[in-house]
């Protein structure tokens, strides 16, 4: 069974920084393709990124890019969201998500979800 666990989120001021994880198995981080997407209040969802099961090559989309960096630790089996200079529009529940197709997890389409962590931006 598939299984994501977030965690990390929390109440952070403008221009703060956070490092999100996602605890997974050896075979899920081998298998798919992992990466994370959010959703705040009243807006749909927005994939944010992704890591490449194949190669290691990071995806971030262009919205977050400069702010958001992805990397993965093979060894701890999890893969982590740093978020940078955060802004209130950063607020919203972020999820991991895996798929077999980096371009479903980049449309925040994919087909697994974590219960997602909450990332709440304010002074």
């Known amino acids: 069974q598939l299984t994501l666990v977030e965690s990390g989120g929390n109440l952070v001021q403008p221009g703060g920084s956070l490092r999100l994880s996602c605890a997974t198995s050896?075979?899920?981080?081998?298998?798919?393709?992992i990466g994370w997407a959010r959703q705040a209040p009243g807006k749909d969802r927005e994939g944010l990124g992704c890591?490449?099961?194949?190669?290691?090559?990071?995806y971030v989309v262009d919205s977050v890019k400069g702010r958001f960096t992805i990397s993965r630790d093979v060894a701890n089996n999890t893969i982590y969201l740093q978020l940078t200079n955060l802004k209130p529009e950063d607020t919203a529940t972020y999820y991991c998500?895996?798929?077999?197709?980096?371009?479903?997890?980049?449309?925040?389409?994919?087909?697994?979800w974590g219960r997602g962590t909450q990332v709440t931006v304010s002074s």
């Open positions: 998500l895996a798929d077999v197709y980096v371009s479903k997890i980049l449309i925040a389409r994919a087909d697994c």
């Open positions: 050896a075979f899920t981080l081998k298998t798919y393709h």
């Open positions: 890591i490449d099961s194949d190669d290691g090559r990071e």
